[in-house]
């Protein structure tokens, strides 16, 4: 039979082919960016609610010691600083690892891993408090190693055991939290979080006033709030589908998820508390210069409105794990670009408008937290650096989101100590002791080492070749279950064999 024939050249046929193709695709690219921008939108704005809730416990805590009187606010301030840097932080960290092994098993559809993996990162969470707990009870031992006032050293340790309860509670939320974000059920974690804010607020108020508990009632206000936190998790955790699919989850399933878990849950940790150190470094390093109490007091100062911005962007952060480590598992390395792409252009709006806006009220938002004009005034001449400082982190925190919903932890952690130890902090203690520029020397230090990460996660990022990288997470999550979902089918299977047996009897 005679075939088709067509008055356009071959040659100029198969270009025509090849440019409508590619406008398609162009236009299909388009499509999916945008969806994946609503769909990124939507669930950052509930996560930053989230952090901003889970922050401001310990917030409220320490305005409520500080206002009994100044030797309370000083001790429960280095206290809370001490905690952050010895507990909080490194369990923050470690449970990162479930983002990546959590998120891909989602969209691979290994819904038992996920419940395995949680209850592994649950386990491995609690014994790490345990050496954590040991360090907070001899914590006056270690302030006076730093030389801090006796009395000082004695009422933060105080503080810091009774803060132990809240260390345990921290550990479980941070796995559920995990657990639901992965799904993008950020719901639950919206109304459980403001739930405990809601609650923790007067029950703080009751115990440091109304029972005369002092800083021991602020610290105690912490572990109630979290432990309920964990309460209310678990009533959503208990009635969602996935939980059903998981309740006859065998403890081998759970012990073998650990070396994932571990190998994954080290390097993230390191990422994260690398960073979070050399702020806290920051601080410890301008106290040794003439005038340590105004250097102090501006670098805290800094430092507090540059976390408070890092807690609102992480929001973004978490949003952009969780949709490219689905889209990874489900094998749509389009999406998961469209996704990190997505969350990195709404980190750069956040950095503008927080950028401009802390820039244009320079010479007033100091008096927030200071009343005195010195202060003041070398807040406003550090601030043009702050706001370069904030814009970088809100690109690093979308990006870190980004490595954590991939795999990359172990680039993140080499990174941060190239970019920090290596030279960020040298750099910034040149500036501050030699060229004299003292607290501003250290914080352009800071922002050349955050700087530096950017780039090299930047970097990894643009140069990503998404289509071997789905294919590497698929081969993950399956690691461990080669026959893929036959373990939920097992599952259907014996629910069919019960159901026939007890027809069977009755018949």
């Not at 001899?138 to 132990?164: T, V």
């Not at 749509?332 to 956040?350: E, R, T, V």
Request: glycine fraction near 6%; proline fraction near 3%.
């Amino acid at each position: 039979m005679e075939q088709g024939f067509s008055l356009v050249p071959k040659k100029e046929e198969d270009e025509l082919g090849e440019e409508y193709r590619n406008e398609k695709s162009a236009e299909e690219m388009s499509h999916l960016s945008t969806n994946m921008m609503k769909k990124v939108t939507s669930m950052a704005a509930p996560m930053v609610a989230v952090a901003v809730s889970q922050y401001l416990l310990q917030v409220i805590s320490i305005v409520m010691a500080g206002h009994l009187d100044q030797l309370s606010l000083s001790s429960v301030a280095i206290a809370t600083s001490l905690t952050n840097v010895t507990g909080f932080s490194l369990i923050f960290g470690l449970a990162g690892a479930l983002e990546t092994l959590c998120g891909q098993a989602f969209g691979a559809e290994q819904f038992r891993k996920i419940s395995a993996y949680t209850y592994s990162s649950m386990i491995c969470l609690l014994l790490f408090c345990f050496p954590i707990s040991l360090l907070w009870v001899f914590m006056d031992k270690l302030l006076k190693l730093f030389h801090q006032d006796p009395l000082i050293s004695q009422l933060a340790c105080r503080y810091s055991i009774w803060l132990i309860p809240a260390l345990f509670g921290y550990a479980v939320l941070q796995s559920m939290s995990r657990y639901f974000q992965s799904q993008g059920l950020v719901l639950p974690l919206f109304l459980s979080s403001l739930g405990a804010l809601c609650f923790h607020i007067p029950f703080c108020w009751l115990l440091v006033y109304k029972l005369r508990f002092g800083i021991v009632g602020a610290a105690l206000s912490i572990g109630f709030s979290y432990w309920l936190n964990v309460g209310l998790l678990w009533i959503f955790m208990r009635d969602s589908a996935l939980y059903r699919h998981s309740r006859n989850l065998r403890a081998q399933e759970i012990f073998l998820t650990m070396k994932q878990f571990f190998a994954l849950a080290i390097p993230t940790a390191m990422m994260t508390c690398l960073e979070w150190w050399s702020f806290e470094l920051l601080i410890l390093m301008s106290g040794l210069l003439p005038n340590s109490k105004l250097e102090t007091s501006v670098l805290s100062i800094c430092l507090t409105m540059s976390s408070l911005h890092y807690v609102l962007v992480s929001g973004i952060g978490a949003a952009a794990s969780t949709h490219v480590s689905n889209e990874l598992g489900a094998g749509n390395p389009k999406a998961a670009q469209a996704a990190a792409n997505s969350a990195i252009f709404l980190g750069a709006i956040d950095a503008a408008i927080v950028s401009i806006t802390l820039y244009s009220n320079r010479k007033n938002w100091a008096y927030i937290y200071s009343k005195e004009s010195e202060v003041a005034h070398y807040v406003t001449q550090i601030t043009p650096i702050l706001c370069l400082s904030i814009g970088v982190d809100s690109i690093l925190a979308v990006l870190s989101g980004v490595a954590r919903g991939t795999g990359w932890q172990h680039i993140g952690a080499y990174a941060n100590i190239g970019s920090y130890y290596l030279v960020g902090i040298p750099v910034g203690s040149i500036l501050c002791f030699n060229v004299k520029l003292r607290g501003k020397g250290l914080w352009i230090g800071i922002l050349i080492g955050s700087t530096l990460q950017t780039i090299v996660l930047s970097l990894v990022t643009f140069f990503t070749n998404w289509e071997q990288e789905a294919a590497k997470a698929r081969d993950k999550v399956i690691e461990l279950t080669p026959q893929g979902n036959q373990e939920t089918e097992s599952i259907l299977e014996e629910d069919v064999q019960v159901l026939l047996q007890d027809v069977s009897e009755n018949v």
